[in-house]
């Protein structure tokens, strides 16, 4: 099932995203996760791809998986910017003969080591190219890509970033995933901006439920995401309590996700970080708007 079909509909739903093993003696566990994630029947699950493509087979066995055994519409993730075009193509038809139709377009973060090298020569520079390439082997693939709602930590500004935004969506994408953000109203004015612009595919919101008071710092590390002052005063007061942090994390999660569908959004991601008891949890207390 394409993701854009899925899209299309009225319904409330939720998505959510795991990611591979980086080890072979890892990978039962993560399979496990994915599974019991799989059980809960979200829309579709996404399966992020390792920098530089390092756990590729491991992202196309598990969301193979997902949709074999469980019928659950799986979205492989795939980066390009450190690969060669000759790998890029045997993983685009690796994509297909798993009979997967729906491929996230990325370009992937710049390792440290390249940061500063001349780019002329590389294959991929920006995601644009893989979506181009993804377009060109199989016109029917269903091609997402990523936005960024307080603009990617690279760009000069959200003018120049939506520009090139607009770009990757008429190479052929057909909606949008974001990066995490805590504050709703970034992604409210964010979707202003780009209808504004013309970008006119679904945008899907990522949530990401922070469970754990080390995982803030990382978390914003990561994706360069402004903390609202309400949910730095959670961190503060429960972050050394596990078990009570969990709970305020998933809460926290929650009522973005129900502000989010209260202004139209239909469909969420969320950044479920292999936890099945914090997917089932989210959804627990969703039960009755989702049904
Ligand atoms: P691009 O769309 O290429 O944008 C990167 C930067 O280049 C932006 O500043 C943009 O404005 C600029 N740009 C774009 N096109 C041009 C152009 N033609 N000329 C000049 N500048 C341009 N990383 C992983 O390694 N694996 C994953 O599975 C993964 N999944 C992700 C899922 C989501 C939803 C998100 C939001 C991010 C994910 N990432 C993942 C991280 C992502 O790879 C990084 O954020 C990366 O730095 C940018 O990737 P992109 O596809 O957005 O790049």
Not at 46 to 57: D, L, Q, W
Request: net charge negative.
């Amino acid at each position: 099932m394409k993701i854009i079909d899925l899209l299309n509909s009225e319904k409330f739903s939720l998505s959510f995203e795991v990611f591979p093993p980086k080890t072979e003696s890892n990978y039962e566990s993560v399979k496990h996760a994915t599974e019991e994630i799989a059980k809960l029947s979200p829309s579709f699950m996404s399966v992020t791809y390792g920098a530089g493509g390092g756990t590729s087979r491991y992202t196309l066995d598990i969301a193979k998986n997902i949709k074999e055994r469980y019928g659950v519409p799986s979205l492989a993730h795939l980066t390009c910017v450190s690969s060669t075009r000759e790998t890029v193509r045997e993983r685009i038809n690796d994509i297909r003969s798993a009979g997967i139709q729906n491929v996230m377009a990325l370009r992937g973060d710049i390792p440290v080591e390249l940061e500063g090298a001349d780019r002329s020569t590389w294959d991929y520079k920006h995601a644009v190219e893989l979506v181009r390439e993804l377009r060109e082997c199989d016109g029917d693939l269903c091609i997402g890509g990523a936005c960024y709602p307080e603009i990617h930590p690279e760009s000069r500004n959200q003018r120049e970033d939506i520009r090139f935004l607009k770009e990757k969506v008429d190479a052929g994408c057909s909606f949008l995933t974001t990066q995490m953000f805590f504050d709703n109203n970034l992604l409210y004015n964010f979707l202003y901006k780009i209808r504004e612009a013309g970008i006119t595919v679904p945008i899907i919101p990522g949530v990401m439920p922070i469970t754990n008071g080390n995982q803030v710092e990382r978390a914003i590390k990561l994706s360069g995401s402004f903390m609202p002052q309400r949910f730095k005063t959670i961190v503060d007061r429960f972050g050394s309590d596990p078990a009570a942090m969990k709970q305020a994390g998933i809460a926290y999660a929650t009522d973005q996700i129900i502000d989010l569908f209260a202004n139209g959004i239909t469909n969420v991601h969320v950044y479920s970080m292999n936890k099945p008891d914090v997917a089932a949890a989210i959804l627990g207390n969703l039960s009755d708007i989702l049904r």
